[in-house]
């Protein structure tokens, strides 16, 4: 499951670096995925809404068993 939320993070990645941000992938445990939004993302008011419009619904969208997306 790790490859396939690392290859939906990939389709993601550029919209967030285009405004100067990034996320990583920190670990998938049990259908919850760990990520840590970086750059510009990490203190951005919108990082919420980022996180659960863009990240979370790309990675769901892509891999179905993912139950959650949280920044750590």
Same mark, same amino acid.
């Given at each position: 499951?790790?490859?396939?939320?690392? %290859? %939906? *993070? $990939? @389709?993601?990645?550029? !919209? @967030?670096?285009?405004?100067?941000?990034?996320?990583? *992938?920190?670990?998938? $445990?049990?259908?919850?995925?760990?990520?840590? @939004?970086?750059?510009?993302? %990490?203190g951005c008011?919108? !990082?919420?809404?980022? *996180? !659960?419009q863009?990240? $979370?619904?790309t990675?769901? !969208?892509?891999?179905? $068993?993912?139950?959650?997306?949280? %920044?750590?």
């Amino acid at each position: 499951m790790r490859e396939k939320v690392e %290859a %939906a *993070l $990939e @389709l993601i990645r550029p !919209s @967030l670096q285009m405004d100067g941000g990034d996320v990583t *992938l920190v670990d998938v $445990e049990d259908g919850v995925v760990k990520v840590r @939004l970086t750059g510009a993302c %990490a203190g951005c008011p919108m !990082s919420q809404m980022t *996180l !659960s419009q863009g990240v $979370e619904r790309t990675i769901k !969208s892509h891999v179905p $068993e993912v139950k959650k997306v949280v %920044a750590v």
